[in-house]
């Protein structure tokens, strides 16, 4: 299992120094990491980061001085969020935007305590997958 957790810490690292690395080059570059990073979105990883850079390069510090402790559905291909007392009113202002949003679920604050990634498919009009 650490071989497993090895290897996924690594690869985890590796797509987050990446992305990092994209944040300082111009735009032109960033918009290709971004979509390079869309191309992944089968992998949950893949969108926590994106979900997480999305979050820490457009939202952070302006949500965390107006909206402390609620939370945030970020959806990762329009890299709009939406903000509400609670993770399922956030949620569904996202789905009532964007039907078919892949979402990144971050409280606002918390440096771990309540995150995560999940996507809608239009083929089955109430369901989730949660990742």
Do not use: W
């Not at 390079?36 to 949950?44: H, N, R």
């Not at 980061?49 to 402390?68: D, M, V």
């Not at 979402?103 to 083929?123: K, N, Q, T």
């Amino acid at each position: 299992m650490n071989l497993i957790s090895n290897a996924v810490n690594g690869a985890l690292a590796h797509r987050f120094n990446s992305a990092k690395k994209a944040h300082h080059e111009d735009e032109t570059h960033r918009s290709a990491a971004r979509m390079s990073a869309l191309a992944e979105l089968d992998d949950p990883r893949a969108i926590a980061l994106l979900g997480e850079q999305i979050y820490a390069e457009k939202y952070k510090q302006r949500f965390e001085a107006e909206h402390p402790a609620q939370f945030a559905a970020i959806d990762i291909h329009s890299q709009q969020a939406f903000v509400a007392e609670y993770p399922e009113e956030a949620i569904e202002q996202a789905r009532a935007s964007i039907p078919e949003c892949v979402v990144h679920l971050v409280r606002i604050g918390s440096a771990s305590a309540y995150r995560m990634s999940f996507f809608f498919a239009s083929d089955d009009a109430g369901a989730a997958r949660i990742l």
